[in-house]
């Protein structure tokens, strides 16, 4: 195994490191996204038809293949709307989508209040660093851009040389692994690739969906119990050691001084996992 430590750390990225992405989808907000994009003029023009018609029906494709959550949008705009789209030239249609989705993604970076405790992580090189996401194909090149911006390496899990990266944080997106990370399939293709001749201890740092926006079927609370269990029974079974979770759950309007709190916690937990045996 290239990598020695037999600890493994992973953080979820939306609603955990990205505390603004579930904020993007309030209802004045997403409102407000589908007007400055475009998209209302094609049809979607309320926060309730954008999540039962459109994102929710195509969520397991959209999150599993590379087929990316621009695609999604014009394609679900021209099947739901056809009287509209036959109006509008191809070209607006994938605009309109890309300019949504690009706010989506500048609009979910990683909260800053996380980048001392991720920057040291990277740095002392203790652990294997994985952010484990249930996500669109876009989110595995804005979530390396993110980190590069604070000066920590990264790369997709499904490089070649992700086992071989002390120190560079790997990005494992359910879009490029084929599964999401209640499924077995997800977890097996990161232990594939890091090929550890031990079984590594496992901290797991995640709401399980729980800060999600009410609306996104992601976020249901059966969905988030169910998923919880699930992870954390995967993770015991295929990286064979033991495995702590702190599951970070935060209210839709945590104050800052709250989500700080919160984030000294998991820097505490992080400590005692790795001063563990």
């Given at each position: 195994?290239?990598?020695?430590?037999?600890k493994?750390i992973?953080f979820?990225?939306?609603?955990t490191?990205?505390?603004?992405?579930?904020?993007?989808?309030?209802?004045?907000?997403l409102?407000k996204?589908?007007e400055?994009?475009?998209l209302?003029?094609?049809?979607?023009?309320?926060?309730g038809?954008?999540?039962?018609?459109?994102?929710?029906?195509?969520?397991?494709?959209?999150?599993t293949t590379p087929?990316g959550?621009?695609?999604?949008?014009?394609?679900e705009?021209?099947r739901?709307?056809p009287?509209?789209?036959?109006?509008?030239?191809q070209?607006?249609?994938?605009?309109?989508?890309?300019?949504?989705v690009?706010?989506?993604?500048?609009h979910?970076?990683?909260?800053d209040v996380?980048?001392?405790?991720?920057?040291?992580?990277?740095?002392?090189?203790s652990?294997?660093?994985v952010?484990?996401?249930?996500?669109?194909?876009?989110?595995?090149?804005?979530?390396?851009?993110?980190?590069?911006?604070?000066?920590?390496?990264a790369?997709?899990?499904?490089?070649?040389a992700a086992?071989e990266?002390?120190g560079?944080?790997?990005?494992a997106?359910s879009?490029d692994?084929?599964?999401?990370?209640a499924?077995r399939r997800?977890?097996?293709?990161?232990?594939?690739?890091?090929?550890?001749?031990r079984?590594?201890?496992?901290?797991?740092?995640?709401?399980?969906?729980a800060?999600?926006q009410?609306?996104d079927a992601?976020a249901?609370r059966?969905?988030?119990?169910n998923?919880?269990?699930?992870?954390?029974a995967?993770?015991?079974?295929v990286f064979?050691?033991?495995?702590?979770?702190?599951?970070?759950?935060?209210?839709?309007?945590?104050?800052?001084?709250?989500?700080?709190?919160?984030?000294?916690?998991v820097?505490?937990?992080?400590?005692?996992?790795?001063?563990?045996?």
């Open positions: 195994m290239k990598h020695s430590s037999g493994l992973i979820d990225y939306s609603g490191l990205s505390l603004e992405a579930p904020a993007f989808a309030r209802p004045e907000r409102l996204e589908l400055i994009s475009g209302d003029k094609l049809g979607i023009q309320t926060p038809l954008f999540w039962e018609r459109v994102v929710n029906p195509t969520w397991e494709e959209g999150s087929v959550y621009r695609e999604i949008l014009r394609r705009v021209e739901l709307f009287e509209r789209v036959r109006s509008a030239r070209d607006w249609i994938r605009q309109a989508a890309s300019r949504f690009d706010h989506y993604l500048e979910s970076r990683m909260d996380w980048r001392p405790l991720l920057q040291a992580l990277s740095e002392k090189a652990a294997v660093l952010v484990a996401t249930d996500h669109y194909a876009e989110a595995t090149g804005a979530i390396i851009g993110f980190l590069q911006d604070w000066q920590i390496p790369i997709p899990v499904t490089e070649p086992g990266a002390p560079r944080v790997l990005v997106n879009a692994l084929g599964a999401h990370k499924d997800f977890w097996e293709a990161i232990r594939d690739r890091l090929r550890p001749s079984p590594l201890h496992v901290l797991l740092v995640d709401d399980f969906g800060n999600e009410e609306g992601y249901a059966d969905q988030v119990e998923r919880t269990r699930q992870t954390v995967l993770l015991g079974d064979g050691g033991g495995v702590q979770d702190f599951f970070f759950r935060l209210g839709p309007a945590a104050a800052p001084s709250l989500k700080a709190r919160r984030v000294e916690e820097s505490r937990a992080v400590d005692r996992f790795l001063e563990g045996g």
